[in-house]
């Protein structure tokens, strides 16, 4: 699946549901990433593979876990370290 324009196909990382210790939270605090799968022609901001947040009120479903979403709707790139 290629995106048009300025569109970025993302898959959703759900946040963690498992503390250090292993207790099991029902509900996570941390809000879910996204991992850029696919980037449209227009696209300078972000590459694939990069880990990001997005506005996810913001994106469309589109298979599985897999969104599409304007790269306008891309808060922050998460840090590679």
């Not at 290629?2 to 569109?7: M, Q, R």
């Not at 996570?28 to 227009?42: A, F, H, Q």
């Amino acid at each position: 699946m290629k995106p048009t324009k300025d569109n970025v196909l993302v898959e959703r990382i759900p946040g963690p549901t498992l503390t250090h210790t292993g207790i099991i939270l029902k509900s996570t605090l941390e809000p879910d990433r996204g991992k850029v799968k696919s980037i449209g022609p227009d696209v300078t901001e972000v590459s694939v593979g990069d880990e990001v947040f997005l506005d996810w009120n913001m994106a469309v479903k589109v298979e599985n876990e897999d969104y599409i979403v304007s790269v306008e709707n891309v808060v922050f790139i998460f840090d590679k370290d």
